[in-house]
T-cell receptor, first 111, second 112 residues
Framework: SQQGEEDPQALSIQEGENATMNCSYKTSINNLQWYRQNSGRGLVHLILIRSNEREKHSGRLRVTLDTSKKSSSLLITASRAADTASYFC???????????FGQGTRLTINP | NAGVTQTPKFQVLKTGQSMTLQCAQDMNHNSMYWYRQDPGMGLRLIYYSASEGTTDKGEVPNGYNVSRLNKREFSLRLESAAPSQTSVYFCASSETTGDYYTFGSGTRLTVV
């Protein structure tokens, strides 16, 4: 069973616009992570946010975490064509030894 | 380059054949993982090794076995391949089970 569920499943925007993806999960977590996967490649880690954190930034990426709603969002500002990829959230439950991945959001940036 | 190396990158098997997927990391990570990725299913954990000398089942272990050969290497074996095992297989590693993962580039396996 999947712990994280991303929304939307697919998102298409114009270059320069902001992209927001959401992730919801079911049980208490230790941390939540976001990964990017370019077509035909492995996943690349973007950001890790711990359960006691509410927001983290990395360059054009902003991640928020609301543990009361069991949800997280990933915001990519000023999108570029190179941001076209699938984005996955993954959760590590309390006491768990592995990550559980959602099904991903497929983001397309149109020039 | 430092990272996770998977071999082979592509493989076609006939039903019933066996094969081993190899994975090695050079980051001195303690934990290693095998996932499979299928369209619409996201990534599903097959087996993992929290530390050298230990292995545990993940979400979809049936039809697979693993060996943590040493701290660097974690192999995945299909004893009798089935068409349902057609997938892209990813190996990953992390410093500890609570850290972020570094993924390999994947093995695309087709069972006919």
């Amino acid at each position: 069973s999947q712990q994280g569920e991303e929304d939307p499943q697919a998102l298409s925007i114009q270059e320069g616009e902001n992209a927001t993806m959401n992730c919801s999960y079911k049980t208490s977590i230790n941390n939540l992570q976001w990964y990017r996967q370019n077509s035909g490649r492995g996943l690349v880690h973007l950001i890790l946010i711990r359960s006691n954190e509410r927001e983290k930034h990395s360059g054009r990426l902003r991640v928020t975490l609301d543990t009361s709603k069991k949800s997280s969002s990933l915001l990519i500002t000023a999108s570029r064509a190179a941001d076209t990829a699938s984005y996955f959230c993954a959760t590590r439950g309390r006491g768990a030894q592995k990550l559980v991945f959602g099904q991903g959001t497929r983001l397309t940036i149109n020039p | 380059n430092a990272g996770v190396t998977q071999t082979p990158k592509f493989q076609v098997l006939k039903t019933g054949q066996s094969m081993t997927l190899q994975c090695a990391q050079d980051m001195n990570h303690n934990s290693m993982y095998w996932y499979r990725q299928d369209p619409g299913m996201g990534l599903r954990l097959i087996y993992y090794s929290a530390s050298e000398g230990t292995t545990d089942k993940g979400e979809v272990p049936n039809g697979y076995n693993v060996s943590r050969l040493n701290k660097r290497e974690f192999s995945l074996r299909l004893e009798s391949a089935a068409p349902s095992q057609t997938s892209v297989y990813f190996c990953a590693s992390s410093e500890t089970t609570g850290d972020y993962y570094t993924f390999g580039s994947g093995t695309r396996l087709t069972v006919v």
